[in-house]
């Protein structure tokens, strides 16, 4: 690390002197997210913010991510709003392994991720359950077709709610699994996306009152991305 306040933590994770303040805000910003939905402001949200962060671990930041922004938000939900359960729903390209890390300690927290494999961090496989078995690993290879992604997504949720009502539903939307993203090799479109965010807004309503909570995660092809967060954004908000 440099000490002008930039520098690299490694190969992917570069910072700058606002790094530290951006991803505060981010982190922030999904906790006020979880607040309001808790306490009946404003069920659902979305967290435009960078940077991402579900690769980021307790003790290191790692593949751009600098804090695991859903994760600390659902810790918050459990610990200090009391929450019973709470299920995340990852649909980013690349595993959440500093999610699973940061969660799977607490069996009150659901994990699910949908992500190409074998692909970057190089964690995910399917029979890794964590120690509470509240983890649901669902590796795909890429070039699928859209289907079959939105299908293994909805089986592993189901798996993941069968006697599991969730007080609070957040997404890890990494729209990094969009055609065409030079960091993955999904097929995704964004009408796929919305109709996996309608279908868990529907599944939250009858579990927790339609609260969701969603925040950004990669995505590298900008006007892919933007199109799809708007469309995304769109859906809970309807």
């Not at 000490?3 to 606002?18: H, I, K, N, Y």
């Not at 980013?92 to 992500?115: K, R």
Request: charged fraction near 15%; include cysteine; aromatic fraction near 8%.
């Amino acid at each position: 690390m440099s000490g002008a306040g930039g520098g690299r933590f490694d190969a992917d994770t570069p910072v700058s002197e606002g790094s530290w303040d951006a991803a505060r805000a981010a982190a922030g910003s999904v906790l006020d997210a979880v607040d309001r939905a808790v306490h009946g402001d404003t069920p659902r949200s979305f967290c435009a913010v960078r940077p991402p962060g579900h690769h980021a671990v307790a003790n290191r930041a790692m593949g751009f991510c600098l804090f695991g922004s859903v994760a600390v938000g659902a810790r918050y939900a459990r610990q200090t709003l009391g929450l019973d359960r709470v299920l995340i729903v990852d649909w980013d390209v690349h595993h959440g392994n500093g999610t699973q890390a940061l969660t799977e300690g607490d069996a009150g927290i659901h994990f699910v991720s949908m992500h190409q494999w074998p692909w970057y961090p190089g964690t995910g496989a399917a029979q890794d359950r964590g120690p509470h078995g509240n983890v649901w690993n669902v590796p795909m290879a890429a070039g699928l077709a859209p289907r079959a992604y939105g299908d293994a997504l909805r089986a592993a949720v189901d798996a993941a709610t069968r006697g599991f009502t969730p007080d609070l539903v957040m997404i890890s939307a990494g729209f990094d699994c969009l055609a065409g993203d030079p960091l993955g090799g999904f097929t995704l479109e964004s009408e796929h996306l919305v109709d996996l965010t309608s279908w868990l807004i529907d599944r939250a309503g009858s579990w927790c009152g339609g609260r969701v909570v969603s925040a950004l995660e990669g995505g590298y092809a900008p006007d892919r991305v933007a199109t799809a967060a708007v469309a995304h954004l769109k859906a809970l908000a309807a």
